[in-house]
């Protein structure tokens, strides 16, 4: 069993997501299940096997602590490490491939917060993997897409995983803007050109710092562009999830 956690800001669209991959998956006979660790979404794309709303209701947490959503969010962050071992009980009850797991839409409430950290290492570091999903709206522009990337920097570090940086809803893109978008991941010098023709805006010194710090850790690579709702690029991910996991296709799975 293998977990493929999905993370990103809110928007960026990882439920949407999650369902195109899960479909993929039982197009071509390779078995997952679906994890939604939401507790304060209202609905969901897909119908998830295990369910952190079973366990933790948002409502009842605004009532219980006389909360607003936001805060309420917090606290029902918090509560999931309560629930750690009824999740990874649930998750031991199936036989499967792997695990898709739905994050909440904030992304600082699941990589910021302590029981996230629990719930990885109680489900397995060796068996798990992060899919960064990086919102279109936010990366068009240089010192955005510098900003997205320090925030998927910052995920990876907090979670110690290993990661697929994905450039989801690209169907929203132009041909040019998705391939330079792509470009900017794989070629760093490209993204630092385009930064110095911002040099002009103040954050572009900002934008150049962070730069320098990303090149300097080793963060580009591969980006790759999918749209759940076209259903491109599921190839990607699992092509890439096999290289994670396995060093290679995992010779199990039957396409």
Known sequence: M?????VGTAGSGKSTLVQA???WLDYNGIDAITVNLDPGSDMIPYTADIDIREWINLQEVMDEYNLGPNGAQIVAADL????VDKLVDAVSEY????????TPGQLE???FRESSVRLVEALGKNKSMIVYTSDPLLYRSPNGFVSGMM???LVQYRLQLPIINLLTKSDVLTEEERERLVQWFSDPNALYGDLLDDDADPTGVVGMELFRTMENVGVFGDMRAVSAKEGEGMEEIYGASQLSFFGGEDPDDIM
């Open 2 to 6: 293998r977990f493929i956690y999905f």
């Open 21 to 23: 991959y899960k479909e």
């Open 80 to 83: 999931m490490a309560v629930n």
């Open 95 to 102: 036989k499967t491939k792997y695990v898709l797991i739905d």
């Open 109 to 111: 409430l699941f990589a």
């Open 151 to 153: 925030l998927g920097m």
